[in-house]
Nanobody
Framework: QVQLVESGGGLVQAGGSLRLSCAAS????????MGWFRQAPGKEREFVAG????????HYADSVKGRFTVSRDNAKNTVYLQMNSLKPEDTAVYYC????????????????????WGQGTQVTVSS
């Protein structure tokens, strides 16, 4: 089992920045690829960003590319999501998730690949 706890959400004006953190405990953190997803009211959960087990490969949704940066610190068992130039449409509950992937697939944008999920943190961007 892996337990994931997100933090860092809040209310910010459009154009502002937030950094989300996701602290992991349980099994060896570096065994897992990590992902960030979000879910806005009335919408399906969607992929935001993913990072491979060693941080060497990242992948972003088109909607956040160039504005968000995912990173991880395996020594601290933590993954981060730096969000800049925030827009009202970024408003959602943000979730981190952990996946055991193959040696070929290092990063995934598929919800079904992720085995463990945090409880989420609310991000609200005002216009």
């Amino acid at each position: 089992q892996v337990q994931l706890v997100e933090s860092g959400g809040g209310l910010v004006q459009a154009g502002g920045s937030l950094r989300l953190s996701c602290a992991a405990s349980g099994r060896t953190f570096s065994n897992y690829a990590m992902g960030w997803f979000r879910q806005a009211p009335g919408k399906e959960r969607e992929f935001v960003a993913g990072i491979s087990w060693n941080g060497g490969l990242t992948h972003y949704a088109d909607s956040v590319k160039g504005r968000f940066t995912v990173s991880r610190d395996n020594a601290k068992n933590t993954v981060y999501l730096q969000m800049n130039s925030l827009k009202p449409e970024d408003t959602a509950v943000y979730y981190c998730a952990a996946a055991t992937l193959t040696s070929i697939v290092l990063v995934s944008s598929e919800l079904s690949d992720y085995e463990y999920w945090g409880q989420g943190t609310q991000v609200t961007v005002s216009s």
